[in-house]
């Protein structure tokens, strides 16, 4: 297949080593010192967990233009991103499109992509189980379990589903999410209100780890967005997290508290300004 991959960050760049390792024909859109990075090296990985590097070579470019056409786009960057590559992608005649990541308009994104393009565009919402950073030397630290997909199309028909399940291929779980924009809402209110704490704390999670009240008010603030999403009609998806903060509380707290103490945290680097546009 011919593939791209429409943004170079740490999520970006282990998406696009994967489909290279699945054999497929992977172009990345890249800018400025990124894309001479890659150029220049490829795509350099340390997969934390795995204790191992990689280094792929791929072709990179600095524009998707109308006439660039791939069997799959996958569109990986933060949510204030999304607006500026929306026309570029529906101006782009490729057919079927990915976009990755934290997302707050679905719907909006999607109406805007096929409204506005000539061609028949089939849009998808993903999200992949994986984070890192990306060193000043332009190698990413990548912690990823395997690297599983969440892939979800906001009127359950699975017409890109399938692309995706033969992009990864056998050796990556790729899960179709029947309610994607209940999903992506009920991580965001998560992640918002989680990610909200970090700032407060300057990213001192060790810090955060003993503040009893600290964790409980992040949990807190979990629980009210859940409220929100459920009284303007979302379910909260998966139920366990709802569930969770409102039955467990102790057993959140404890969770919490112990996964700020691991030293991986150090290296799963957020956007507050993402979290922002995200609130």
Known sequence: MRIAVYGAGVIGSYLAH???QA???????ARGKRY??????????????????TVDP??????????????????????????SVLPILAENNSENIVLMGNNASAADMRD???????????????????GGMRTETGKVLSI??????LIGELEAKKAVYPLVQKALGKNHKVRYQEEMDAWLKTHYVYIAAMNATHYIYEDNLKKLSKDKQALKDMAAAIGEGFDVLEKLGYSITPAIQGKMIRKYKRATYCF????????????VKGSYAEIYALF
């Open 18 to 20: 994967t489909l290279i």
């Open 23 to 29: 054999d497929h024909d992977v172009t990345m859109i």
């Open 256 to 267: 919490n508290k112990f996964y700020y103490k691991l030293p991986l945290n150090r290296i």
């Open 36 to 53: 001479e990075e890659l150029q220049t090296k490829g795509i350099e990985i340390r997969h934390y967990f795995q204790r191992k590097e």
């Open 112 to 130: 805007f992509i096929c409204t506005n393009s000539k061609t028949r565009k089939k849009v998808a919402f993903g999200f992949q189980t994986s």
């Open 144 to 149: 990823h379990g395997g690297g599983n997909v």
């Open 58 to 83: 791929v072709k990179v470019i600095y524009n998707l233009e109308k006439t660039d056409i791939y069997d799959l786009i996958f569109v990986v960057m933060q949510y204030g991103q999304f607006q």
